[in-house]
């Protein structure tokens, strides 16, 4: 049976209980002083590599989880070197926005550089809610993907995955190696202890630059504009079709 | 205070004190005029104590039995030098103070700052304008790379309210704002925040200290925090994590206004014995973000009067600051008799007064906060220091309600009490517990005693005059503030507790509160959203109800003060037709904001307000 090296990539999101507010300009969410977190889905993501390594113990050759962003994020690496991670590593990018297109890029030379086998991602992030990165580094690495994985587990040298789908739940199974994506009901992240927040304050972190890895960040898109939702909708009753017509030209819908 | 009294016979250290003598005998004698019959009683006596054998009742022994059996696990215990309860402006600034100390003797201190918050600052409220005494003596650079929106004050005015309309009133000397700057102390608690993690002090946010130890000797052996994954009922979940202790030769109690440990440490130790009960506001308060035209930088105002009637005090301000942020709140003192009052509801409606929604009009609200805030003065500090620990910032109590200001000396309380530490690790042997008297010492000598001395009378100066209520009060202050300057040989003495004073509700009509507008005002599920507050799903209720069986007499007495005096509508009488009264006590208290106005002014002094899981509470950033 083949070791496992294990590749958790987080991300760094507006705390899930905010509500967000967009900048005067309009031109992007305000961010400046709030609170930001690790993203549910990757803390889940985090809690999952943590229970692998702690059942498959002598198959866990090492964990690594890489987050890419600015080098505050480093707080939420510290937090899962204590919950149970080996090892952990920051792609600093400064404050530039990062599309998931570059992240996938940026794990996948992460991926060819720790030669790790089982990459573990949150399905998708609170803040943009793309669910693209897990699928785009999948197809760039030639490798299986399980996404919304709500049960995962080992048999031999394959890895069974249970999804969550419309219809119900989907079982999958591939040989290593692969990518998995998390869902909601996959698990419960644990909490840090005190004790090994404590240690994980002064524990080495890994740094590295995009440009160590080779990946340079260019950015596709161009957000034109942010707008709150519409929170009231008017409900107008109509008696007949013709009035619902004549409704529809007077809000000129037609 | 008790203590000048107690050294009349000798030399006294401050001369100035001398006349303070006989003080409170004295002045319940000049004032003891028939005062209103506010059919104050002491609940305990007046209430029968039922058994009810209700399964419900049942249902919290469980919980307790449960709780017990945790409590006898062993914990991980880690020694450090000092052990700070509570990252705000006092127990940060002792930090940082004992590290610049340390440093210059040549010294390493290990401190440990614990913080009940997800991060600094979260669960930090105030107006804020800030006097810079404090943190010019601290970090005399400050201003070089200052907090976030941190403004300069640029003008200052009082308004007394009536019902549309509002008169300017003259701005007392003693609460004039020059020089000093408006922030939110939320941004500055995360500023000091970094600076005390760039001396290395140890901050742990997100782990809220639930216990305080002791040793053998009943001297304090230091803190644990609370324990992680425990369910609503007190078994243990798969996530469990014991909570950890610290033992240190000191222990400082930085909790703010009724801090929990801090009350725990008060009662067991005494310390409230020579001074009088503290008594309390509770400020609830908004953060908007207002368009440019209605926009005054700099611009502090604050109000009297209107929606508050004569028997109740408080005053309303706005400060406008930052980025187009105007802070807008009510302070209301917790010592009303009226049990239909609603703190919370006085604040929404107060903004519809023109002078507020003039301001407000086209802006967002983006937060909400209420916090208890001390209003007890200079009468009701406590003894300070005691063995193995002491209290600094709002835990003991330094706020100078006249010029509505805490900040600055209960940095200086962390501050002197950090030089105070520094100076027993130079000389004494730290290897038992300190008591470090010339902590109380100093800071009598200090400019914070002789600040709260000063504007002692203002505050009682409400509820001295019978009949006169706030108007007396009102008269009180403009002398004492123009002419006395608090040199007068009287000091007026403050009522029972804030809860004792609540009076029937049969006295009383109930209140007709406006309906929110949701442009100006509110209901209570959104203020409560934005205040970001939230509280792991399955934990055992943080609000300890130890008088239960009492709240069928506690609704026909108060008519459901609990639900009123909540800001975030914690509690509720439910329907149920079940019971006597067919209404039923329930605490949500995921609601919670923290403010621990319910541990001051239930009726019944029922409600134990206790930590939940650390990271729980609210985020705010901008009160």
Not at chain 2, 441 to 458: A, H
Request: aromatic fraction near 8%.
């Amino acid at each position: 049976m083949s070791k496992l090296r294990v590749l958790v990539g987080v991300k760094r999101t507006l705390d899930y209980m905010l509500k967000p507010r967009i900048n005067p300009a309009k031109t992007g969410v305000d961010l400046a002083g709030q609170k930001m977190s690790i993203n549910p889905f990757c803390d889940i993501a985090v809690e999952e590599a943590i229970r692998i390594k702690e059942t498959q113990k002598d198959r866990v050759e090492d964990t690594l989880v890489v987050t890419a962003g600015p080098s505050a994020s480093e707080q939420i690496l510290r937090q899962s070197l204590a919950k149970g991670i080996q090892r952990a590593s920051l792609i600093d990018v400064g404050n530039k926005e990062l599309e998931p297109l570059s992240v996938a890029k940026l794990l996948k030379a992460t991926v060819e550089k720790e030669k790790s086998n089982l990459v573990i991602l949150g399905k998708q992030a609170i803040d943009d809610d793309a669910h693209q990165t897990g699928g785009m580094l999948a197809a760039m690495l030639g490798w299986p993907q399980f996404t919304s994985a709500s049960k995962v587990a080992f048999e031999g040298d394959k890895v069974v995955v249970t999804r969550e789908i419309d219809g119900g739940a989907e079982t999958l199974s591939s040989p290593l190696p692969a990518v998995i994506t998390t869902d909601l009901r996959l698990n419960v992240p644990r909490f840090a202890n005190l004790a090994k927040v404590m240690k994980a304050r002064k524990a080495p972190l890994g740094k590295l630059t995009p440009e160590d890895l080779g990946v340079p960040i260019e950015n596709r898109l161009q957000t034109l504009s942010v707008e709150e939702p519409v929170s009231k909708r008017q409900s107008i009753m109509v008696k007949n079709v013709d009035e619902f017509v004549k409704t529809l030209k007077e809000l000129k819908a037609l | 205070m008790s203590n000048v009294v107690r050294t009349l016979g000798g030399p006294l250290k401050t001369p100035r004190y001398a006349f303070c003598k006989l003080s409170l005998k004295r002045s319940s004698l000049l004032f003891a005029l028939p005062k209103i019959k506010a059919q104050c009683f002491t609940p305990m006596k007046r209430i029968q104590v039922r058994r009810f054998s209700h399964s419900r009742f049942v249902q919290s022994n469980e919980l307790m039995d449960n709780l017990k059996k945790i409590q006898s696990l062993e914990r991980e215990a880690e020694d450090v030098d000092v052990c700070i309860v509570g990252a705000g402006p006092a127990g940060l600034g002792a930090a940082i103070r004992i590290k610049q100390e340390a440093a210059k003797a040549g010294k390493e201190i290990r401190v440990i700052v614990l913080e009940k918050a997800a991060e600094p600052g979260n669960h930090s409220v105030s107006g804020a304008v800030i006097q810079p005494t404090a943190l010019d003596e601290l970090i005399p650079d400050w201003k070089n790379e200052p907090p976030r929106h941190c403004t300069p004050v640029s003008s200052d005015t009082m308004k007394f309210l009536i019902p549309g309309m509002q008169f300017p009133i003259p701005v007392p000397p003693v609460i004039s704002n020059k020089g000093n700057y408006i922030m939110s102390l939320a941004e500055l608690t995360k500023w000091l925040a970094t600076k005390a993690e760039e001396l290395d002090v140890e901050l742990y946010p997100s782990f809220a200290a639930s216990e305080v130890l002791y040793n053998e000797d009943g001297s304090v052996r230091g803190v644990a925090t609370n324990d992680f994954g425990v369910d609503s009922k007190g078994l243990q979940k798969d996530n469990f994590e014991r909570g950890m202790a610290f033992h240190a030769p000191i222990t400082l109690f930085a909790e703010g206004a009724r801090g929990s440990l801090s009350k725990s440490v008060i009662q067991r130790f005494d310390l409230q014995k020579n001074s009088e009960p503290q008594t309390y506001g509770l400020g609830i308060k908004e953060v908007w973000r207002v368009p440019d035209e209605n926009f005054r930088n700099g611009e502090v105002a604050h109000t009297l009067g209107w929606p508050l009637r004569n028997d109740t005090y408080g005053g309303g301000f706005m400060y406008q600051f930052g980025d187009n942020y105007v802070s807008v709140g009510l302070v209301v003192g917790l010592d009303y008799p009226n049990p239909y009052v609603s703190p919370a509801a006085e604040f929404q409606r107060m903004k519809q007064n023109p002078f507020f929604a003039k301001v407000l009009k086209g802006g967002t609200c983006l937060e909400y906060a209420a916090r208890s805030l001390n209003e007890g003065g200079y009468q009701s500090i406590p003894k300070l220091v005691f063995p193995g620990g002491a209290l600094i910032g709002c835990s003991a109590g330094f706020v100078n309600v006249a010029k509505i200001k805490g900040t600055h000396t209960a940095m200086k309380s962390g501050m002197v009490a950090a030089d105070a530490i520094v100076e027993a690790f130079n000389t004494g042997d730290v290897n038992k517990p300190l008591t470090i008297d010339a902590y109380e010492e100093n800071l009598k000598n200090s400019f914070v005693f002789k600040e709260l001395y000063s504007v002692r009378n203002m505050r009682p100066s409400f509820h001295a005059f019978p009949f006169l209520g706030n108007y007396g009060g009102m008269v009180y202050s403009a002398l004492d503030s123009y002419l006395f300057k608090g040199k007068v040989p009287w000091t007026f003495s403050h009522k029972k507790g804030d809860a004792a004073v609540t009076a029937s509700a049969s006295s009383y009509k109930p209140i007709n509160y406006p309906k929110p507008d949701n442009v100006l005002s509110f209901d209570t599920p959104t203020s409560v959203a934005r205040s970001g507050t939230m509280h792991a799903e399955n934990q055992p209720c943080h609000l300890f109800d130890s008088r239960p069986n009492d709240r069928q007499d506690a609704y026909r007495m108060y008519k459901g003060v609990e639900n009123r005096f909540c800001p975030a509508g914690v509690y509720e009488y439910v329907d149920d037709e079940t019971l006597p009264t067919g209404k039923r006590f329930v605490i949500n208290s995921q609601n919670c904001v923290h403010c621990k106005t319910c541990d001051i002014k239930d009726p019944l002094q029922g409600i134990n307000w206790k930590t939940p899981q650390g990271g729980d509470g609210p985020k705010q950033t901008l009160t």
